[in-house]
């Protein structure tokens, strides 16, 4: 049974930093390239960020430069760092395992639950 268990969301003021964490069990995960989203509210998930199995990252333009992802194979985590954090930013954020070619959700075969954060003006 796969499981990907988000966390490390929460509330933040505009600038701040919060690391996400993204705990998968049940797949291969030093073979499984993995992505990041995110979906505020009456608008469509969108693509943040991914990282390859190969350590390559690919960022959407708007949180480039502010957000890293990365990837610890021992522990079969994806981490998503996000610095200057902006009202904006305020959305409920999904890790995902990336399955098929392309940067949209249909990319995309397994879901985490998702974790708020919140970025107070």
């Known amino acids: 049974q796969v499981q990907l268990v988000e966390s490390g969301g929460g509330l933040v003021q505009s600038g701040g930093s919060l690391r996400l964490s993204c705990v998968t069990s049940g797949l291969t995960f030093s073979n499984s390239d993995m992505g990041w989203f995110r979906q505020a509210p009456g608008k469509e998930r969108e693509f943040v960020a991914a990282?390859?199995?190969?350590?390559?990252?690919y960022y959407a333009d708007a949180v480039k430069g502010r957000f890293t992802i990365s990837r610890d194979n021992a522990r079969s985590t994806v981490y998503l760092q996000m610095n200057s954090l902006k009202p904006e930013d305020t959305a409920v954020y999904y890790c995902?395992?990336?399955?098929?070619?392309?940067?949209?959700?249909?990319?995309?075969?397994?879901w985490g639950q998702g974790t708020q954060v919140t970025v107070s003006s």
């Open positions: 990282v390859n199995k190969f350590g390559g990252t």
């Open positions: 995902a395992r990336k399955r098929f070619t392309g940067m949209t959700t249909s990319a995309y075969d397994y």
